[in-house]
């Protein structure tokens, strides 16, 4: 019997997730890329509390694997990435899942989500890896995502991806 194709879905972050999230972000694979796991994980719950970001818990096939976000630079003065068109998102992608790792679930999560953004007229999605994540950089260009430069902000060096909706040219 064929196994149909994986299906990937997101469903909205709420406090009960935050055991798994902070195992995820104590895994070696994660924690190499993110900070302090306790920061982090305050940071998540900041962030949850204020509404500022739309999170999710990464689903294959209903299976929890990783942690994703998507924000609005224009809507921070400050922010280092609000210089794309109006209307632009950033997103972060992590698996959290050492078993999920390498299999291009990232990349197709990072893909369905993007897709879904462009259809609501979203103009672009950025994302921001370290510039020695090789591993990510090559799931982000598999998900459609190209270099644009490389910036230092708040986080650290970041290689700014964007990937532009073509419906909108």
């Keep these: 019997m064929m ?26 694979h994660v924690r190499a890329w993110w900070g302090d796991p306790a920061e982090e994980l305050a940071g998540i719950a900041d962030d949850l509390a204020s509404g500022a970001l739309e999170q ?28 794309g068109p109006a209307g632009t998102r950033g997103v972060d992608v992590t698996i959290g899942e050492a078993d999920a790792i390498g299999r291009g679930y990232g990349s197709a999560a990072l893909r369905q989500f993007v897709d879904a953004l462009f259809e609501a007229g979203v103009p672009r999605a950025v994302i921001d890896p370290d510039p020695k994540n090789i591993a990510a950089i090559r799931a982000y260009e598999k998900a459609g995502f190209h ?13 700014l991806m964007a990937r532009e909706n073509d419906r909108l040219r």
């Design 3 to 28: 196994r149909g194709m994986p299906i990937i879905t997101f469903t909205p972050l709420a406090e009960d997730g935050f055991p798994l999230l902070a195992r995820w972000l104590a895994a070696p």
């Design 56 to 83: 999710f818990i990464v689903r294959l096939d209903g299976r929890p694997i990783g942690y994703l976000q998507c924000y609005r630079p224009d809507d921070l003065p400050d922010h280092p990435y609000n210089d």
């Design 147 to 159: 270099p644009i430069d490389e910036r230092d902000t708040e986080w650290g060096r970041v290689l």
